[in-house]
């Protein structure tokens, strides 16, 4: 199985603040990665695909980059909605992973 | 709007046999243009996702349950299922249904459209 690790494991920001959630994977899985993120007692939700592509109505400070095997998230502007967990996921080969998650707190 | 419910018994007794169903409205199952999946989240932790079934009963499952598995579907009742046998407290956990992303005869193999998540407690 391909693992996908994601740094860190919690982030501690502000409202405003740029941040940014790295992922890696144990081998190349091209650009076939989404991003989630993930409230409590909710379902997770998509933010991204193919590493940088915005699902419809996700809000244009979030962001993705990479490929082969290094991914990140960025939000340029955080806003109170975002605080949250973040979950990255390779599509690239079966089965399907995710990362540990990135618990998105407030400072 | 697609919508996706999971139900099923909140508490299974160990060795016996964990059933879930997830409800599709707003979408017919049967128009093949997408492929549906559990995936299983254990409390406190990340997710793990259990394998998917296409409408004609194409299914492929996580090797790690591979031997403990079943997925089917009842496209006459927009439905999709879950069998895991021979549980342990190994598999108390959230598990929800989710439809995975196909646009213009293309799927991707995120997803797009989720359940709400029911807890399965596996205890006596």
């Known amino acids: 199985d391909i693992q996908m690790t994601q740094s860190p494991s919690t982030l501690s920001a502000s409202v405003g603040d740029r941040v940014t959630i790295t992922c890696r994977a144990s081998?190349?899985?091209?650009?076939?990665l989404a991003w989630y993120h993930q409230k409590p007692g909710t379902a997770p939700k998509v933010l991204i695909y193919?590493?940088?592509t915005l699902e419809s109505g996700v809000p244009s400070r979030f962001s993705g980059s990479g490929s082969g095997t290094e991914f990140t998230l960025t939000i340029s502007s955080l806003q109170p909605d975002d605080f949250a967990t973040y979950y990255c996921q390779q599509y690239k080969v079966y089965p399907y992973t995710f990362g540990q998650g990135t618990k998105l707190e407030m400072k | 709007q697609v919508r996706l419910q999971e139900s099923g018994p909140g508490l299974v007794k160990p060795s016996q046999t964990l059933s879930l169903t997830c409800s599709v409205s707003g979408g017919a199952i049967s128009s093949g243009a997408y492929y549906w999946s559990w995936i299983r989240q254990h409390p406190g932790k990340g997710l793990e996702w259990i394998g998917y079934i296409y409408y004609s009963g194409i299914t492929y499952f996580n090797p790690s349950l591979k031997s403990r598995v079943t997925i089917s579907v009842d496209t006459s009742k927009n439905q999709f299922f879950l069998k895991l046998n021979s549980v342990t407290a190994a598999d108390t956990a959230v598990y929800f249904c989710a439809r995975k992303h196909c646009t213009g005869g293309l799927c991707y193999g995120f997803f797009d459209y989720w359940g709400q998540g029911t807890l399965v407690t596996v205890s006596s």
């Open positions: 081998q190349s899985i091209n650009n076939l």
């Open positions: 193919q590493t940088s």
